[in-house]
């Protein structure tokens, strides 16, 4: 053993080394909250439909590299010109990480803070310089002058802001975000995962800012076993990504999947309608808990805090009741005593609900 720990500290840079894994928890067995996926499956008939369209994929042939069709398809359904370039990863963490791989060893990323972790985690593991700004305390809000002080100091090759924000649910002030953009004189990127909820977008901006990038993902809207991403900007700085993009990312299954799914855009147009209206309902009753405070939410889960010192004691409650949340209060900070819900069906969000009411009773 000490020989194959002195192997790997010889190997391996002292920033992984002092990583901690992104750990999933086993959902088996529970009502799954925890993830923020769409909780509703196909009709029978369009999984007949899809089947269909996958009869004829020649598994035995390499992709296509482009994803050309499924590029076309996405390009249609955001209403892109020719003049914007796309690039499609395996989900949005690949994207994340073809940025951040591009930069120098001396680049410094920049973020709110809470934010979704995987900016950090990625820029730890490439031993970048990466710096998480606090939003405000009691809106969530960007705090604009530690953001442009912050830029000031460190010079940002790219910054991340998720729009709507994971995982405090929140849109970020519209003026703020432009005033960044204007600021910064790296890339700014507008993680825009929950955009389907949320009915607010930054894509018409990318014409007037040439270093302001737009990243999707079709996880949130009901596909998240296909993993795919997206980012759409200037083609000049889409080439630069392209050349280390690794060859046939985007498998086929995945390429016909998705051009499928997005030619049905009305079927998830139908389930994200569904989810906000339930969005609503589970704000209201959490807020009428004693002791909850719930978050406004453009996203599809809300966060909430619990009473203090006391939300893992309740999270572990809830998930002794059967019901998978996520407990956020570890990372401290803004995120003490918060735990945060994803929007599941009707039923679902009635368990948690009672649930949680269970959790929070005197014993």
Not at 50 to 73: F, G, I, S
Not at 247 to 260: E, R, V, W
Not at 271 to 299: F, M, W
Request: aromatic share 8%; hydrophobic share 45%; charged share 20%.
């Amino acid at each position: 053993m000490t020989n194959t720990n002195n192997l790997i500290t010889s190997i391996f840079r002292k920033e992984v080394l002092a990583m901690s894994a992104y750990k999933v928890v086993d959902a088996q067995g529970l009502i799954k909250l925890d993830a923020m996926e769409n909780p509703y499956s196909w009709p029978e008939d369009i999984k007949n439909e899809w089947l269909d369209a996958l009869k004829d994929c020649q598994l035995n042939r390499y992709p296509d590299p482009e994803a050309r069709h499924l590029t076309q398809t996405i390009k249609h359904l955001n209403q892109l010109s020719d003049q914007f370039g796309v690039l499609l990863g395996n989900g949005s963490d690949e994207i994340i990480q073809l940025l951040l791989m591009a930069l120098p060893e001396t680049a410094s990323v920049l973020a709110p803070a809470p934010g979704f972790v995987m900016y950090k985690q990625l820029s730890d593991g490439l031993g970048l310089n990466y710096q998480g700004i606090p939003l405000l305390a009691d809106t969530f809000d960007l705090d604009l002058p530690a953001m442009l002080a912050a830029i000031e100091q460190h010079q940002p090759s790219v910054i991340f802001l998720a729009y709507p924000n994971n995982p405090t649910g929140n849109l970020f002030s519209e003026t703020s975000i432009l005033e960044i953009v204007k600021t910064a004189k790296g890339l700014v990127v507008i993680d825009e995962a929950y955009a389907p909820f949320a009915h607010a977008s930054f894509i018409n901006a990318l014409e007037q800012n040439n270093n302001l990038l737009v990243m999707r993902t079709v996880s949130k809207l009901g596909l998240a076993g296909l993993r795919l991403g997206y980012i759409i900007g200037n083609p000049a700085i889409i080439e630069q990504l392209n050349k280390i993009r690794l060859p046939y990312n985007i498998n086929s299954l995945t390429q016909i999947s998705a051009d499928f799914a997005l030619s049905n855009k009305m079927l998830f147009d139908q389930q994200t309608q569904k989810i906000c209206a339930e969005r609503a309902v589970v704000l209201s009753r959490l807020n009428e808990l004693d002791g909850i405070t719930a978050y406004p939410s453009a996203a599809n889960f809300i966060l909430f805090r619990t009473p203090e010192n006391k939300a893992t004691e309740i999270f572990l409650s809830i998930k002794r009741q059967g019901v998978l949340i996520k407990d956020l209060s570890a990372q401290g900070g803004l995120l003490s005593d918060c735990l945060r819900v994803t929007i599941g069906k009707p039923e679902e969000n009635m368990a948690f609900l009672a649930a949680l009411r269970k959790s929070l009773a005197p014993h």
